[in-house]
């Protein structure tokens, strides 16, 4: 089980995360959306595409972009579309 929290709160937990170049990607349905604020940002991985960001937002705290996911993903990396990865000092354990 994959549990990603900041400041003491869960924004994500499963079984069923897909891990890419070390990272936990969670499940679309899996993610807890009240935490999550759209963001503008966007970045490119040569192999993946490009990358949508999320700015976590826990008790009026803000993390800017600590949240990606890839909406259209390059087929080599299908398998990880609207999964949501971390960062940014948002813990991510595995037990």
């Excluded at 993390?63 to 080599?76: G, H, M, R, T, V």
């Excluded at 990865?85 to 991510?92: G, L």
């Amino acid at each position: 089980m994959a549990t990603a929290t900041w400041h003491g709160r869960v924004l994500a937990t499963s079984d069923d995360t897909l891990v890419v170049e070390g990272n936990h990607y969670f499940p679309p349905d899996s993610v807890h959306s009240e935490f999550f604020q759209s963001s503008d940002t966007n970045t490119v991985c040569p192999w993946k595409g490009t990358a949508s960001y999320y700015t976590v937002v826990v008790d009026g705290e803000s993390n800017p972009d600590a949240a990606w996911y890839y909406p259209d993903p390059k087929p080599e990396a299908a398998q990880i579309k609207n999964y949501v990865a971390f960062w940014r000092d948002i813990d991510v354990t595995d037990s």
